[in-house]
């Protein structure tokens, strides 16, 4: 079963806006992730957060954990044409079992 | 650095034929692999994970089976495919011990199954 559930499912916005997409898990976690996928490519990590943390940043990335929501945020500020991807959210014990998400499909219009 | 590789890329096979995708990792040792299988517009959903030679772990009961002949090659085959098996396939890696849960990917291969 799916641990992570992203919204929305489809995101369309203009270069230079901010994007956000939200994910909620169900069970515990040790750490959350963040991977983007490029169309027909493999899966790139983004950035992790481990579950006594709040708040990330990386570049234009800014992640934030709610633990008490069970919930997960990923905000990409200033975003170009190059984001395009769809972004996924995965969440296990480390390692073994990393279950993903069904992800959000970001489409960046120039 | 590590780098993940994995063959082949596209693969076309007709129902009931034989199946066998290779990955390999360079650049690390004892590394945690995992298959992955992604349906159209669809997340991952987990296949096989290994954590040494020989010792391979299934996660959802199918035709696929799951190979680790040496430590830094993981194998997915198939004796006979069915159309259901049609998909991307993803091959992962993260450290092993101590890690952080990074998974690191290959860039896939696609099976149609006709």
């Known amino acids: 079963s799916q641990q992570g559930e992203e919204d929305p499912q489809a995101l369309s916005i203009q270069e230079g806006e901010n994007a956000t997409m939200n994910c909620s898990y169900k069970?515990?976690?040790?750490?959350l992730q963040w991977y983007r996928q490029n169309s027909g490519r493999g899966l790139v990590h983004l950035i992790l957060i481990r579950s006594n943390e709040r708040e990330k940043h990386s570049g234009r990335l800014r992640v934030t954990l709610d633990t008490s929501k069970k919930s997960s945020s990923l905000l990409i500020t200033a975003s170009r044409a190059a984001d395009t991807a769809s972004y996924f959210c995965?969440?296990?014990?480390?390692?073994?079992?990393?279950?993903f998400g069904a992800g959000t499909r970001l489409f960046v219009k120039a | 650095s590590q780098t993940i590789h994995q063959w082949p890329a596209t693969l076309v096979q007709p129902v009931g034929s034989p199946l066998s995708l290779e990955c390999t990792v360079e650049?690390?040792?004892?590394?945690?692999l995992y298959w992955y299988r992604q349906a159209a517009g669809r997340g991952l959903q987990l296949l096989f994970y290994?954590?040494?030679?020989?010792?391979i772990s299934s996660e959802v009961p199918q035709n696929l089976s799951a190979s680790r002949p040496q430590d830094r090659q993981f194998i997915l085959s198939s004796k006979k495919l069915l159309l259901s098996d049609s998909g991307f396939y993803l091959c992962?890696?993260?450290?092993?011990?101590?890690?952080?849960?990074?998974?690191?990917f290959g860039e896939g291969s696609r099976l149609t199954v006709l």
């Open positions: 995965a969440t296990g014990g480390g390692g073994f079992k990393t279950i």
């Open positions: 069970t515990s976690i040790n750490n």
């Open positions: 650049g690390t040792s004892n590394p945690n």
């Open positions: 992962a890696w993260s450290a092993s011990p101590g890690n952080t849960g990074e998974l690191f």
């Open positions: 290994s954590v040494g030679i020989g010792q």
